[in-house]
């Protein structure tokens, strides 16, 4: 008896060969059928002799029980008695070959990743590896066992940074009685997560000088981004930058003209590792501030050979701020009204002397580009002497 190729692998065919000769002083070619029996617990085979030869094929599945007896019992016959012959096959694991991929690749930060390893036979081995398979995942966290079904183990992953991105991805067979150990590897890419930014500003509107609250909410799909978050304010003025706490940024400024109302208030968010950019619009409308205008009347009360001095102040109204600008029309009874530029929020005119009387003052404020109009009144008490 021989078989070939000894030592085969798990799942090799293996060719079985049995020789029948007589024994002297017998002579010639014994005919009929040889049985094998393989020491595996499968069921014998038969095989004719041919020119004293029988030969069968048999594939050894597992490793368990190698080496094996293997038994051919010759049957006789009318010729030939009965013999027998054993040999041993001795049955090695077969190699494997491991392939690993994930999906989606590329994902984005906290994304659950399906890692799927296939593990097979390398020929002339065959049959279906079972066992285990353990995942390492790249990333510094702790690796990952599955079981083996149909040759295919799968578990998922979340990534939680993209620091180390692209990762690399190892699939390790651990082997089982039949099959050897074998790994193989693949890249998972980290994409940054696509952000969302809206701004909205509060009061809106707001007069001049007024402080106006402006927030960007920086949101996405997973997760809550962190970083800076810029603000540009459409009034010319310099950029503000603030940091994301629980995914909001707030600054306050103070628009101080009217001049570009309604304005275009950008808050752009510059991302970080795990986070990409964005930027998003609102618009802030300004209105002129409230006013108000006193008006005094010096000396008062007067008499009447004295010249007299209006002087009207105009200040803004909270919430507004700002020094008003413009002019203001001064006006006695009697008198031709004079309009004077405001210098730091006064102006001022001199009447001349007037006739004994009582007499309302008016100072009216005609309003500017970024304060509205006012007016005042005081009471002017004109006397002659003794």
């Given at each position: 008896?021989?078989?070939?190729?000894?030592?085969?692998?798990?799942?090799?065919?293996?060719t079985?060969?049995a020789?029948?000769?007589?024994?002297a002083?017998?002579?010639?070619?014994?005919?009929?059928?040889v049985?094998?029996?393989?020491?595996?617990?499968?069921?014998?085979t038969?095989?004719?002799?041919?020119?004293?030869?029988a030969?069968?094929?048999?594939?050894?599945?597992g490793?368990?029980?190698?080496?094996?007896?293997?038994?051919a019992?010759?049957?006789?016959?009318?010729n030939?008695?009965?013999?027998?012959?054993?040999?041993?096959?001795?049955?090695?694991?077969?190699?494997?070959?491991?392939a690993?991929v994930?999906?989606?690749d590329?994902?984005?930060?906290?994304?659950?990743?399906?890692?799927?390893?296939?593990v097979a036979?390398?020929?002339?081995?065959?049959?279906?590896?079972?066992?285990t398979?353990?995942?390492?995942?790249?990333?510094?966290?702790?690796?990952?066992?599955?079981?083996?079904?149909?040759?295919?183990?799968?578990?998922t992953?979340?990534?939680?940074?993209?620091?180390?991105?692209?990762?690399?991805?190892?699939?390790?067979?651990?082997?089982?009685?039949?099959?050897?150990?074998?790994s193989?590897?693949?890249?998972?890419?980290?994409?940054?997560?696509?952000?969302?930014t809206?701004?909205?500003?509060?009061?809106d509107p707001?007069?001049?000088?007024?402080?106006?609250?402006?927030?960007?909410?920086?949101?996405s799909?997973?997760g809550t981004?962190?970083?800076m978050v810029?603000?540009?304010?459409?009034?010319?003025?310099?950029?503000?930058?603030?940091?994301?706490?629980g995914g909001?940024?707030?600054?306050?400024?103070?628009?101080?003209t009217?001049?570009?109302?309604?304005?275009?208030?950008?808050?752009?968010?510059?991302?970080?590792?795990?986070?990409?950019?964005?930027?998003?619009t609102?618009?802030?409308?300004?209105?002129?501030?409230?006013?108000?205008?006193?008006a005094?009347?010096?000396?008062?009360?007067?008499?009447?050979?004295?010249?007299?001095?209006?002087?009207?102040?105009?200040a803004?109204?909270?919430?507004?701020?700002?020094?008003p600008t413009?002019?203001?029309?001064?006006?006695?009874p009697?008198?031709?009204?004079?309009?004077?530029?405001?210098?730091?929020?006064?102006?001022?005119?001199?009447?001349?002397?007037?006739?004994?009387?009582?007499?309302t003052?008016?100072?009216?404020?005609?309003?500017s580009?970024?304060?509205a109009?006012?007016?005042?009144?005081?009471t002017?008490?004109?006397?002659?002497?003794?």
């Open positions: 008896m021989t078989s070939s190729p000894d030592p085969s692998v798990a799942g090799q065919p293996v079985v060969t020789t029948v000769a007589p024994v002083p017998g002579a010639g070619t014994p005919t009929g059928t049985t094998f029996t393989f020491g595996d617990g499968t069921g014998p038969s095989a004719p002799l041919s020119g004293g030869i030969t069968v094929a048999h594939v050894f599945s490793t368990s029980g190698s080496p094996f007896a293997i038994t019992t010759y049957n006789g016959d009318t030939f008695t009965a013999s027998s012959g054993t040999d041993t096959q001795t049955v090695n694991k077969a190699a494997t070959t491991t690993v994930s999906s989606p590329p994902s984005t930060v906290g994304q659950s990743v399906t890692l799927t390893a296939t036979a390398v020929a002339p081995g065959a049959g279906t590896p079972t066992g398979v353990t995942f390492t995942f790249g990333d510094g966290t702790s690796s990952a066992t599955a079981i083996l079904a149909g040759g295919i183990a799968t578990v992953h979340p990534y939680t940074t993209r620091t180390g991105s692209p990762y690399t991805v190892t699939a390790t067979y651990n082997g089982d009685t039949n099959f050897t150990a074998s193989g590897t693949d890249t998972q890419t980290l994409t940054k997560i696509t952000t969302t809206t701004v909205t500003s509060t009061p707001s007069v001049v000088g007024q402080s106006v609250t402006i927030s960007a909410t920086v949101s799909a997973s981004p962190t970083g810029t603000f540009a304010f459409g009034d010319g003025t310099s950029t503000a930058a603030a940091p994301l706490s909001i940024a707030t600054v306050t400024h103070t628009y101080t009217t001049t570009g109302s309604p304005f275009t208030v950008t808050a752009t968010y510059g991302g970080n590792d795990n986070y990409a950019s964005s930027s998003g609102d618009t802030q409308t300004v209105s002129r501030a409230a006013t108000t205008t006193t005094v009347a010096t000396p008062n009360p007067a008499m009447v050979s004295d010249p007299v001095t209006v002087t009207a102040t105009v803004p109204v909270a919430p507004g701020t700002g020094t413009g002019t203001v029309t001064l006006a006695i009697g008198r031709t009204p004079q309009t004077v530029t405001l210098a730091g929020g006064t102006a001022s005119a001199v009447f001349n002397p007037l006739p004994k009387g009582t007499y003052v008016t100072a009216n404020y005609n309003g580009v970024n304060h109009p006012s007016a005042g009144t005081t002017l008490v004109v006397t002659t002497p003794g």
